[in-house]
């Protein structure tokens, strides 16, 4: 079975600009959420979504916005880039609802996106 | 504010010998808590996790141990290999509250296990 699958695995955009993330999550699983780790931090939650629907948001301004779509994949969108969301962007998936007990999240590798 | 803490950046280790890499929390609303491991330029793997109805959870070399009253969670892995060497982020989650359904991960710790 396939894993979380991200893309694209590398970017480079200007400042300013827009970028859009996909993410794939594992066969079965409902809910999709997004961290953004940078360098030499853990992951930071930004977004989770379960059926379609979203369920929690982390500490991020709001040219951060994510979808969730009928088959479950998803997007992030970060607006008007500045040089700190530069960060390895990672997409993770989970078989139950949020908030279940023993909720096993499982990620993908991640998109490297570096804002120059 | 740092709800998920792991004081040692990083850790050193003889192959053969145990690992131990500590996490500690704030948050008591927290209830299940997890270990990832992570290579660079890989996202995080899944190790092992651990129920707050429980205060010991193994997995072949792998063992967690959790104190509630401490708040205090441990990653014990016996004999280390050099192949373990990666940085090892601490997790948590809790149903209800601000905690509801995400993880909030510690800083990490690298280790390096040495032939």
């Known amino acids: 079975d396939a894993g979380v699958t991200q893309s694209p695995t590398h970017l480079i955009k200007t400042r300013g600009q827009q970028v859009t993330l996909r993410c794939s999550p594992i066969?079965?699983?409902?809910?999709v959420s997004w961290y953004q780790q940078v360098l030499g931090q853990g992951p930071q939650f930004i977004f989770q979504?379960?059926?379609?629907?979203?369920?929690g948001r982390g500490n991020f301004p709001d040219r951060f916005s994510a979808r969730q779509f009928p088959n479950y994949s998803s997007e992030l969108n970060v607006n008007a880039l500045l040089l700190g969301d530069s960060a390895l962007y990672l997409c993770?998936?989970?078989?139950?609802?949020?908030?279940?007990?023993?909720?096993?999240?499982?990620f993908g590798e991640g998109s490297w996106l570096t804002v120059v | 504010d740092q709800q998920v803490k792991q004081n040692s950046p990083s850790l050193s280790v003889q192959e053969g010998r145990i690992s131990i890499l500590n996490c500690d929390y704030t948050?008591?609303?927290?209830?299940?808590f997890l270990w990832y491991k992570k290579y660079p330029a890989e996202g995080p793997t899944f190790l092992i996790s651990?129920?707050?109805?429980?205060d010991k959870n193994e997995d072949g070399r792998f063992t967690v141990f959790l104190n509630k009253s401490a708040k205090h969670l441990s990653l014990h892995i016996v004999p280390s290999q050099p192949g373990d060497s990666a940085v090892y982020f601490c997790?948590?989650?809790?149903?209800?509250?601000?905690?509801?359904?995400?993880?909030?991960f510690g800083q990490g710790t690298i280790l390096t296990v040495h032939p």
């Open positions: 993770a998936s989970s078989l139950v609802m949020p908030g279940t007990a023993g909720n096993t999240i499982y």
């Open positions: 066969s079965g699983h409902k809910s």
């Open positions: 979504y379960y059926e379609k629907e979203e369920r």
């Open positions: 948050n008591s609303m927290f209830d299940y």
């Open positions: 651990i129920s707050s109805i429980k």
């Open positions: 997790a948590a989650s809790g149903v209800g509250g601000t905690s509801y359904g995400k993880l909030t």
